[in-house]
């Protein structure tokens, strides 16, 4: 019987080997996600005549082609946020319920060319414009480490599936910290690309001022730096684009990081914060210097700095979609959307300066540093339905949670969220390491080297 809790590059030398088949591997992951999701919620729609298919597509190709694939073999989701042509896409939202994109999305046709196994579509709240999964059409997403409790959002059907072992990776997208949050969540490994390194062809254009990206969702650094590379690059016409790596990201993960100079950023002043996720975070510091990095606190506090700016921006994405019917849609999204359809044109465009403004100068004051740590969340999942307490105190509640996400949205830097222990009530923890723009060679090879110092590899939530 096969592993859940393979890793990807594990799995697909295996079948490359031809130890085991990719018709076995769609048929007991399939299997799998079907007997778990019901109690986690993690996917929207499971799709098992296009897992067989795709397994039997790529058995038919050649060895040279089956090594070009990098996703060879592989089960994956992607979230229901992101176009799949004839696939539904709900978008988490009543309004959506029956839509079937007339086309995929670049990253989804990247997917299949790399050879791997779709098992469905995971679930997100309405647009993805909360940071736990719950409230709109889809089920809420349950944390495998604890039900009672999120799997964080907007990406969390796709961190509560990995955590749980259904699937090897997933794709999630980030507007405000959606890959990160439910990483952090859940005990799993998410990456937050730079600004451009992915393309949004050719459904999204800027996305939310440029602050929304997909990335890679996986159990271990490995698996994501190799997704990274699946998912990576523009397309002519991109509104942004991030400049070509020297070499493969998956390659990075090989190559110990020089001595480097972190900083640690301080409690933000927008947060109550948690005294085991700011332990955590000084304990991580500790394994850095270990590892002969310098470390050193900076008073530098982006998210209290973009908070008003970063929250207006993402009213006016959220008032931005067309919704034929807003008595269907979840209440605290609602609010949001009514917000964000009364900011006029000036007002946005004011806005968004003022947003890239304040993003400049943070980078610079960021600029000595190679990468910055800090916790991911101010404290670990929240329990469903409690956040936010009543969907008009969604503007003053969410950023208190998620204080240290959001910033990098606005910077677009790349981020990653890794596991970094567990809280006492048995929750994890993340930290969040942050790179230098269009540098996310540099914190894959530190997270590399820290997923080493701290293994997490054998830490299973105790769902089956």
């Given amino acids: 019987m ?16 031809k130890e085991v088949r990719p018709r076995e591997v769609a048929e007991f992951f399939i299997a799998r996600t079907e007997k778990l999701n019901p109690k986690l919620g993690a996917f929207m729609t499971i799709t098992p005549e296009r897992a067989i298919e795709d397994a039997d597509r790529i058995e038919k ?3 040279s082609d089956r090594r070009r694939c990098l996703m060879f073999g592989v089960p994956y989701s992607i979230k229901d946020l992101n176009w799949t042509k004839d696939i539904v896409t ?9 839509n079937r994109p007339p086309v995929d999305e670049e990253i989804v046709v990247r997917m299949r060319n790399a050879g791997g196994i779709l098992l469905g579509k995971t679930t997100t709240p309405e647009f993805g414009a909360r940071p736990t999964t719950e409230g709109g059409l889809c089920p809420p997403a349950r944390n495998p480490w604890n039900l009672a409790h999120t799997a964080g959002g907007s990406s969390g059907g796709a961190g509560g599936a990995l955590a749980a072992g259904l699937g090897c990776l997933a794709q999630g997208s980030d507007g405000g910290g959606s890959i ?4 952090a969540c859940c005990g799993v490994v998410g990456l937050k690309p730079s600004r451009g390194r992915v393309s949004l062809a050719p459904v999204f254009g800027e996305a939310w001022a440029g602050f929304a990206t997909s990335g890679p969702m996986a159990r271990s650094v490995r698996d994501v730096a190799l997704f990274l590379d699946v998912l990576a690059g523009h397309v002519t016409g991109d509104p942004y684009w991030a400049p070509d790596p020297v070499a493969s990201f998956r390659s990075a993960v090989s190559i110990p990081p020089r001595h480097l100079k972190i900083a640690v950023l301080p409690k933000s ?43 207006a921006l993402i009213m006016a994405g959220i008032g931005s979609v067309p919704v034929e019917n807003p008595d269907l ?23 968004v ?5 304040t993003a400049r100068q943070i980078v610079q004051e960021l600029d000595a540093y190679d990468a910055v740590i800090s916790p991911t969340l101010a404290r670990p999942a929240v329990k469903l339905g409690t956040l936010p307490s009543t969907p008009e105190r969604y503007l003053e509640e969410l950023p208190e949670w998620i204080p240290y996400t959001f910033a990098f949205n606005a910077t677009g830097q790349p981020g990653f969220s890794v596991p970094n222990g567990f809280s006492k009530a048995g929750l994890p923890i993340g930290l969040q390491i942050i790179g230098r723009q269009g540098d996310e060679v540099t914190i894959i090879g530190l997270a590399a080297q ?11 939530p105790p769902i089956d």
């Fill in 90 to 98: 709900t978008m988490g939202s009543r309004n959506y319920a029956q």
């Fill in 269 to 311: 002043a927008i947060t109550r914060g948690d005294s085991e996720s700011e332990a955590a975070v000084q304990s991580a510091a500790k394994v850095f210097e270990e590892l002969g990095h310098t470390v050193e606190p900076v008073n530098v506090d982006p998210g209290a700095r973009l908070k008003d700016t970063v929250m």
């Fill in 2 to 17: 096969l592993n859940p809790y393979i890793e990807a590059w594990e799995l697909r030398e295996l079948i490359l080997k």
């Fill in 180 to 183: 990160r949050i439910p990483a």
């Fill in 450 to 460: 820290f997923e080493e110092a701290r293994p997490w590899k054998d830490k299973h």
């Fill in 61 to 63: 190709l050649g060895d």
């Fill in 329 to 351: 849609m979840d209440p605290v999204v609602r609010h949001a959307w009514e917000r964000g359809r009364k900011v006029s044109a000036h007002e946005y465009i004011n806005t």
């Fill in 353 to 357: 300066a003022m947003m890239h403004n």
